[in-house]
């Protein structure tokens, strides 16, 4: 893909197809959700939009009346500075608090997402906005810069500014209830995993073909193209692989899925015999993004681990709270149906990028990765359980038969950890008679 084309579809259009991104679309949707591009773009909207009112006075096509005096609109300015520094001090302050109650109370990794929330961001970045609109007010309108038909300008602009507050502000307190609370930050988790696996079910090997099994055994003579750096691998640049393999007539096979940890002498990828060894391992390497931290894109598996740690620490002795990891069960019950009844026809995908050889995600991983952390803390709890084996065995029901099998033994692992772990014999009947279903 050209840049020209790159740029004609446009940046909005690339935060739908996170898993078909190029490097650089991926690293634009990273900076798209900081809080401080928003907070700065609404910031200089206001004082653009104030000093528009210096100009629009002398381009209207008609002459306003002067309805009202400097002072009305200083005053009304000066309520809307002190008023919005105030309130934005406030929202800064309960948006701390909310991922610091997070950060307890569900899970450090969820709080990117509460970072990212774009309601937060807007909301805030309007009374930044607002805030900076009215300064830039009353300063241009001490120096006089402001006519009658400015002034008019101005005042109309700012009654328009306060309806923005008002509605802002409304749906601030509406969603500051929920903001930071256990459900409303598992809910989150929950979407943000889902849209990952629907990403991968309609691209299951990002665009590319599968790697065979025997490809991991890297010919002797092939390039390998290792990581030279320790973190987790958050993107890979499809588009990027595939204009290197057409350039050299080459298939390059991807040994890693994002989300897996590499270090140093990891091998990223491999490709056969080429005369720049040193250029296109550079090239290739550079498709490859590596983080300190994972991310929820193209990593299905991390949002299951994410929800699952939810659960086993709502278990712990400090949090006590078998309820929410009940809850997170039958989520992660629902998001690995979501993946099996989507991977019948994946097959038939046409893929994208066929000289990319990506591996598969295992289902196997899927299901450790949902159901071990609390089958392993809950093996003393019957009603934990009891609620595993009954998702299980309704997950090994649907599906592909390596899906199924993958339930099966997820659920023998966890009725084994329970049977050491329960000591109330009425427990392990029960036990007993729902691992035999």
Known sequence: MTLAAKLAIGPVLFLHMRGCMTR??????????????????YALLGVVTALI????????????????????????????ASSMLAVTTFSLSTMTAAYSAATTNVTPRATKLLIEDTVSQRVLSTF???????????????????????????????VIVVALVVLNLLRWIDHLTRLGRVGETTDRVESATKAALKERLEAPYLGGVPLAPGDRDIPDGAMIV???????????DMFLLTEIADAQEQDIY????????????TPLAWMGTTQD?????????????????????QDPRFGLAVMSEIGSRAMSSAINDPGTALDVIGRNTRLLAFWAEGQGDRDEIEPEHPRIHVDRLKDDDLFEDAFMLMARD???????????????????????????????????????????????ARDLERLEAAARK
Request: charged share 15%; aromatic share 8%; net charge positive.
């Open 24 to 41: 650089w679309q991926w690293l634009l949707s990273q900076i798209l959700r900081k809080l401080w591009l928003r907070a700065s773009a």
């Open 378 to 424: 809950g093996a003393g709890l019957i009603e934990i359980q009891l609620r595993l084996l009954k998702c299980l065995t309704a997950l090994s029901r649907i599906g592909p038969e390596a899906f199924r099998t993958a339930a099966r033994r997820q659920a023998d692992m966890a009725s084994a950890r329970a049977a050491q772990a329960l000591v109330f």
């Open 277 to 297: 060894v040193e250029g296109i391992g550079a090239e290739i390497r550079s498709a490859f993004s590596l983080a300190a931290v994972r991310s929820f894109e």
């Open 128 to 158: 930044v906005g607002s805030f900076l609109f009215s300064i830039v007010g009353i300063i241009v309108l001490k120096t006089g810069a402001y006519g009658p038909s400015g002034r008019s300008v101005l005042f109309i602009v700012t």
């Open 53 to 80: 009112a210096i100009g629009a006075q002398y381009y209207l096509p008609w002459k306003l009346p002067e309805i009202v005096g400097a002072d009305a609109v200083d005053s009304l300015l000066n309520i809307i």
């Open 254 to 265: 991807v040994l890693h899925n994002p989300g897996a940890f590499v270090s140093v002498d």
């Open 226 to 236: 290792r990581a030279e750096k320790i973190g987790h691998l958050q993107h890979i």
